[in-house]
């Protein structure tokens, strides 16, 4: 048996859908976005999805420009850029681990969960559409 892995066989991915809790002592959140890492294939993304009118129904009186900053920030980590600072020098995965660790912010990250996939930009693609639009 070969250890050699085809590019067509499904590789562990994992994922956290990234939420804004506009009022924390209400308990409400909505996904704005999700965080996919496949190590296997150095895979690390981000997309979101801000449905503005959507949250300010939650909080009419929520900084939308805070949450857009912060949203920001998630994706310059993500990409690893210039833009992310000292994070820029660290691996996908421990990035993918900053991301994702729990945080008491306006957005914060869900629960981490792992699957299966070929195609982990396609996986982030159709997380987003099942998780925050």
């Not at 704005?32 to 801000?50: K, N, Q, S």
């Not at 805070?66 to 660290?90: I, N, S, T």
């Not at 914060?108 to 070929?118: C, D, I, R, W």
Request: charged residues 25%; hydrophobic residues 45%.
């Amino acid at each position: 048996m070969s250890n050699i892995r085809s590019p067509e066989d499904p590789t562990v991915f994992e994922y956290a859908a990234l939420r804004v809790v506009p009022r924390v002592e209400r308990g409400e959140v909505m996904n704005v976005g999700v965080v996919v890492y496949c190590r296997a294939l150095d895979y690390l993304g981000c997309r979101t999805h801000l449905d503005e009118r959507r949250l300010l129904a939650l909080d009419p009186a929520l900084d939308l420009a805070g949450v857009r900053a912060a949203l920001k920030a998630v994706d310059a980590v993500c990409c690893g850029g210039e833009r992310a600072g000292q994070a820029a020098a660290e691996s996908p995965g421990t990035r993918f681990r900053w991301l994702t660790a729990p945080r008491s912010t306006i957005v914060q990250p869900g629960p981490v969960h792992a699957g299966l996939t070929e195609n982990p930009k396609a996986e982030l693609d159709r997380l987003l559409q099942l998780l925050a639009m």
